[in-house]
């Protein structure tokens, strides 16, 4: 089946610093997607990119869907510690009998800088 | 607005039991999504309902696995017997479309025993 690959796994982040991931796919998608998942909660949307090329900003969170329609990466500037949690990309396309099906990666998870 | 609700939000079982859960979407929602979460992965779809109707059931393991949505609003997922590997989050969600932002509730954490 399709998937998506989301990398890093995991990072540790310091107040103020950049973050930076990214979600690769081997299949084209017509809509990429960001969620932030907390501890005991569903995933919240963050951003969603329509068009290849698009860059789009939400606070301080940047994404930009990929030319090639596979790619597309999650930036989040001067990061704060509410920041913390999962980040999961998903895409979205018509394909087979599913409408509108969310495919997930596998997740992000930011963490504080012990 | 009131936020997609979920219950129960834990429930632990020994192998082979059965159990249900329960969703209840954001009003006016016509489409409604439950997904399985395993520990350290993303959601994974297992049943879309337009309406009362399936839109999309390709990944549920209908051996053990079954949802309904009677009068369109509400949903019951079931698992009957459970095994070990259906230890996971079960989320819903819904969306006033297929194409239209997926709201999610807070999940039910199930360990199977």
Known sequence: GQQLNQSPQSMFIQEGEDVSMNCTSSSIFNTWLWYKQDPGEGPVLLIALYKAGELTSNGRLTAQFGITRKDSFLNISASIPSDVGIYFCAGQGNYGGSQGNLIFGKGTKLSVKP | ?113
Not at chain 2, 81 to 89: G, I, N, Q, T
Request: with cysteine; hydrophobic share 35%; charged share 20%.
């Open chain 2, 1 to 113: 607005e009131a936020g997609v609700a979920q219950s129960p939000r834990y429930k632990i079982i020994e192998k082979r039991q059965s159990v249900a859960f329960w969703c209840n979407p954001i009003s006016g929602h016509a489409t409604l999504y439950w997904y399985q979460q395993i520990l350290g992965q993303g959601p994974k779809l297992l049943i879309q309902f337009q309406n009362n109707g399936v839109v999309d059931d390709s990944q549920l393991p209908k051996d053990r696995f079954s949802a309904e949505r009677l009068k369109g609003v509400d949903s019951t997922l079931k698992i009957q017997p459970a095994k070990l590997e259906d230890s996971a989050v079960y989320l819903c969600a819904s969306s006033q479309s297929p194409y239209n932002e997926q709201f999610f509730g807070p999940g039910t954490r199930l360990t199977v025993l």
